[in-house]
């Protein structure tokens, strides 16, 4: 629908089970059910963090783990010219976005900039999210005070938990 015939390229993965050759399995068969003929190419982890860096891929499967979820730090990889952001684009009006939610005190206001920003970036193809990984853990029922938190990294507080 592109006008682009025979469209083909490679996919930089990791080399890692969960959840990149999943995912680079996944990805190539649905490309292939629109035309599009995509290559997985797994690597080890240090080929592929240089791959990234110096943009010697195609299309790369990337990832975003910050740690806790203020909209500054889950936005700053996205943001043109930052040292993680290995897609490489320039773009005026995300940069002036990000800098705009990051000193905004209006809760509402910073909630629109945040959208805005999160819009441009899809709108222009810069990434395409491919899902959300969030955290189930099963708990003993001898094992009370836990609280589940919503990240791997923070909010833990094991100072109430206690087993019977």
Do not use: C
């Not at 995912?23 to 003929?37: C, H, M, Q, Y």
């Not at 939610?101 to 819009?119: A, C, I, N, P």
């Amino acid at each position: 629908e592109a006008g682009v015939p025979n469209l083909q390229f490679q996919l930089l993965n990791r080399n890692v089970a969960v959840p990149y050759l999943a995912l680079g399995n996944f990805l190539p068969d649905e490309w292939r059910k629109i035309g599009v003929t995509a290559v997985n190419t797994p690597v080890e982890s240090d080929q592929y963090f240089e791959r990234l860096g110096n943009g010697n891929y195609d299309v790369a499967i990337d990832f975003n783990t910050p740690v806790v979820d203020d909209p500054s730090l889950m936005l700053a990889k996205l943001v043109p010219g930052a040292g993680n952001n290995f897609g490489k684009y320039q773009d005026a009006v995300l940069t002036d976005l990000y800098e705009k939610q990051k000193g905004e005190l209006d809760v509402t206001l910073r909630k629109q900039l945040v959208s805005q920003f999160e819009r441009r970036v899809l709108d222009q193809g810069y990434i395409e999210p491919l899902f959300y990984a969030g955290r189930t853990l099963p708990i003993a029922s001898t094992v009370h005070g836990w609280a589940n938190t919503p990240s791997y990294y923070v909010g833990y507080d094991l100072t109430e938990m206690w087993k019977d």
